[in-house]
């Protein structure tokens, strides 16, 4: 058993309890309260603000590890513009050199989604994991498949239509591969049921195609990659189309078509926002944008898309948004329950209530504050980072 007091401890979903203890038993927060009693010669841990690990919702790291090059560049398979049957888990570096992870580790970021870059119309499968490094990426896993990687706009065409010579080169031309493929899965899953009893007519194994099956049963969503309005409305159009749930990736023109995603009910990832604008579809990257969004009702999170950002920005990122007037306890949650929820882990991880994991951000101050530091970092109940 492990005890943490804190001055103020955060549960960001049940508000803050001051002069706060959380216990910790196997792993999982067994209480939490002002009045909770520490058994005796029990290990006590202390600081001035406690919170949840953080969420990061969108990254690359470990398949893009960092100083090392091509040799470590694991994120695109760049040799078609459709491949549904890659994972993320497949490439993830785990050890505890990896640059990315170190510093998810060192900042409190406790889980992260992990995903296929954007250079395919469809990329592949994304994965949550927690930070704490391990032997392999399989022992660190929280969700896995949690949703396969599209991209719509410059990342495709450019790669495909520009480098290549070859389909896609035009937004036309990345929707019709999208639905092609959705179309073709719809039709070998329907045959599959139809022969399920004729071995003889029954389809042989499609692996690309059974790799898109878990979208079309919604047992995961599409993280659809799109800077722009006009992009994330085709993504839009093309999921209803099919019956598929879907999360908007970037969400830069959120403040364009804010109102429009409240009433589809699609939840946005924002971000990467403390970079530059590197193409011309990142023209209008805002701290404005947040705002916009909560006001007209968005369910969003925030992210650092990292390695194109660093992951250790994730709070930063958050507080800028609250410079720019984004309510302080919303900016919390966009880091911690938001996400969680929106890649389907909430159950385990994002706010402090008993029976969830006891990952734990132990700090010396407000978290939104530059100057703050991260003092200890606890993951499934075990010390992971100390400073």
Same mark, same amino acid.
């Given at each position: 058993m492990l005890a943490v007091t804190g001055k103020k401890v955060n549960t960001i979903t049940n508000g803050i309890i001051e002069d706060g203890v959380i216990l910790i038993e196997d792993g999982k927060i067994k209480e939490i309260g002002s009045d909770v009693k520490i058994p005796n010669g029990v290990k006590t841990l202390k600081a001035e603000y406690?919170? =949840?690990?953080? !969420?990061?919702?969108?990254?690359?790291?470990?398949?893009?590890?960092?100083?090392? +090059?091509? *040799? %470590?560049?694991?994120?695109?398979?760049?040799?078609?513009?459709?491949?549904?049957?890659?994972?993320?888990?497949?490439?993830?570096?785990?050890?505890?050199?990896?640059?990315?992870?170190?510093?998810?580790?060192?900042?409190?970021?406790?889980?992260?989604?992990?995903?296929?870059?954007?250079?395919?119309?469809?990329?592949?499968?994304?994965?949550?994991?927690?930070?704490?490094?391990?032997?392999?990426?399989?022992?660190?896993?929280?969700?896995?498949?949690?949703?396969?990687?599209?991209?719509?706009?410059?990342? =495709?065409?450019? !790669?495909?239509?520009?480098?290549?010579?070859?389909?896609?080169?035009?937004?036309? +031309?990345? *929707? %019709?591969?999208?639905?092609?493929?959705?179309q073709n899965t719809k039709n070998y899953m329907e045959k599959k049921e139809r022969f399920s009893d004729d071995p003889e007519k029954k389809p042989d194994l499609d692996i690309k195609l059974e790799s898109l099956e878990p979208v079309l049963s919604k047992e995961i969503p599409f993280r659809a990659h799109a800077h722009r309005a006009d992009d994330v409305a085709t993504s839009i159009r093309i999921c209803e189309e099919f019956d598929v749930d879907m999360s908007w990736e970037h969400a830069t023109e959120g403040h364009r078509i804010a109102e429009y995603i409240a009433e589809k009910k699609i939840p946005a990832v924002w971000g990467p926002s403390l970079t530059s604008r590197p193409k011309w579809e990142m023209r209008e990257l805002s701290y404005d944008t947040p705002?916009?969004?909560?006001?007209?009702?968005?369910?969003?999170?925030?992210?650092?898309?990292?390695?194109?950002?660093?992951?250790?920005?994730?709070?930063?990122?958050?507080a800028f948004s609250v410079k720019h007037d984004l309510p302080y306890d919303y900016a919390l949650k966009a880091i911690t329950i938001v996400p969680a929820e929106i890649l389907g882990v909430s159950d385990r991880v994002g706010s402090f209530e008993a029976g969830k994991d006891a990952d734990l951000r132990l700090l010396s101050g407000d978290p939104l504050e530059l100057m703050t530091k991260c003092e200890k970092v606890i993951i499934n109940g075990e010390v992971a980072h100390s400073l």
């Open positions: 406690v919170m =949840p690990g953080l !969420v990061e919702a969108h990254c690359h790291i470990g398949i893009w590890e960092e100083k090392i +090059g091509w *040799a %470590g560049s694991d994120g695109n398979e760049r040799t078609q513009p459709a491949t549904p049957h890659v994972r993320a888990l497949d490439g993830i570096k785990a050890n505890a050199d990896e640059g990315g992870l170190k510093a998810a580790l060192q900042e409190g970021i406790t889980t992260a989604q992990i995903l296929p870059g954007s250079a395919n119309v469809i990329g592949g499968h994304g994965v949550v994991i927690k930070t704490a490094p391990k032997t392999t990426v399989d022992q660190m896993l929280i969700r896995s498949p949690s949703g396969m990687k599209i991209a719509f706009g410059e990342n =495709p065409m450019r !790669v495909y239509g520009v480098e290549k010579k070859e389909l896609p080169s035009t937004r036309m +031309g990345v *929707a %019709g591969i999208l639905r092609e493929w959705l705002l916009t969004m909560y006001e007209a009702g968005v369910k969003f999170a925030i992210q650092t898309d990292a390695v194109g950002s660093t992951i250790r920005f994730l709070p930063i990122c958050a």
